[in-house]
């Protein structure tokens, strides 16, 4: 789960061998990540059902990658109507459930 996320349910995923770029995996290992992004996306639709999804990957610091050598998909759940003038003009995120909860509630679906 991303400790700073940018909606309620926000997770990343990266493969088990750390990488800087999606060239850099194995196809074996491109095939595995694909998968747990869509088993991630999976999960997050039976909790919290969401009407949409943002999925990706930021490659470089100048697309935003923060940690050099560490490649992770964000699966960003979506919800119609879900932007709001908080992070505008309040400066901070609102979150529905605690990371915490929402750990408790999407962990069943990984075991």
Known sequence: MNRFPYTAGHLLVLSLREVADLADLTDDEAAGLMAAIRRAQRALVRTLAPDGFN???????????GMPGHLHCHV????DGDTNFMPVVGGTKVLPQALED?????LPHFS
């Open 55 to 65: 999925i990706g990957f930021n490659v470089g610091s100048a697309a935003g990658a």
């Open 76 to 79: 960003v759940p979506r919800w």
């Open 102 to 106: 929402l750990y408790d509630e999407l």
